[in-house]
């Protein structure tokens, strides 16, 4: 079964301090792995996808089939960075897309 | 002005009665969703349409129904069925592949 476990539903880091977002996932095949991100009062928007290999606003995640992960990193962390952060799976040539509970990150100056 | 509008923001129904949710796009996308966000559990897939006039059952579609008559619209109906209805609701909308997904602003629906 499709299955994205974020353990952890409340992050608070310290502005300028590294920040890890964790994100497991269960799949049986090659799934595409997004990570979305909601501001407060904003709608919901895509920060990454693992396919592209990209760094949005600081942010990094690779994608680990070994321990089927694919963890949200920035390095030094801006109070601009708190909001919602979900981890997404999709199936490799799919629609359907499931997401993770979520993760609140706060950042204190 | 491209994206996906939900209406209405707030909706308020009695216990029993059917209710629609609205979700138009003119983001030309080929796929809608709709997700069920409540706290601690993120979102959940409802149903899921690939095109016009299919759709499918998302994890949780019991007491759910949709329709897909034109690309641009998939209105939801949360029908009497479902047993615990207030909940915020996310539809979604994009093209076919691996593309990201754009979202509505929400519909929160509260049953009294």
């Known amino acids: 079964a499709q299955r994205v476990t974020q353990p952890e539903k409340l992050l608070s880091v310290f502005k300028g301090a590294p920040v890890e977002l964790k994100c497991n996932y269960s799949?049986?095949?090659?799934?595409?792995l997004f990570w979305y991100v909601q501001y407060s009062r904003q709608r919901l928007q895509l920060l990454l996808r693992?396919?592209s290999r990209e760094s949005i606003k600081g942010f990094t995640a690779d994608l680990n089939k070994g321990e089927t992960s694919f963890h949200l990193k920035k390095p030094f962390a801006q109070e601009e960075d708190s909001a919602m952060y979900y981890c997404?799976?999709?199936?490799?040539?799919?629609?359907?897309?499931?997401f993770g509970a979520g993760t609140r990150l706060f950042v204190k100056a | 002005d491209g994206g996906i509008t939900q209406s209405p923001k707030y909706l308020f129904r009695k216990e029993g009665q059917n209710v629609t949710l609205s979700c138009e796009q003119n983001?030309?996308?080929?796929?809608m969703y709709w997700y069920r966000q409540d706290p601690g559990q993120g979102l959940r897939l409802i149903y899921y349409?690939?095109?016009?006039?299919?759709?499918q059952k998302g994890d949780i579609a019991e007491g759910y129904s949709v329709s897909r008559e034109k690309k641009e619209s998939f209105p939801l109906t949360v029908t009497s069925a479902q047993k615990n209805p207030t909940a915020f609701y996310l539809c979604?909308?994009?093209?076919?592949?691996?593309?990201?997904?754009?979202f509505g602003q929400g519909t929160r629906l509260t049953v009294v």
């Open positions: 799949y049986s095949g090659s799934p595409e």
């Open positions: 979604a909308s994009s093209f076919s592949g691996n593309t990201e997904a754009f």
């Open positions: 997404a799976l999709r199936g490799s040539g799919g629609f359907k897309t499931i």
């Open positions: 693992h396919i």
């Open positions: 349409s690939q095109i016009v006039n299919d759709f």
């Open positions: 983001l030309n996308h080929d796929a």
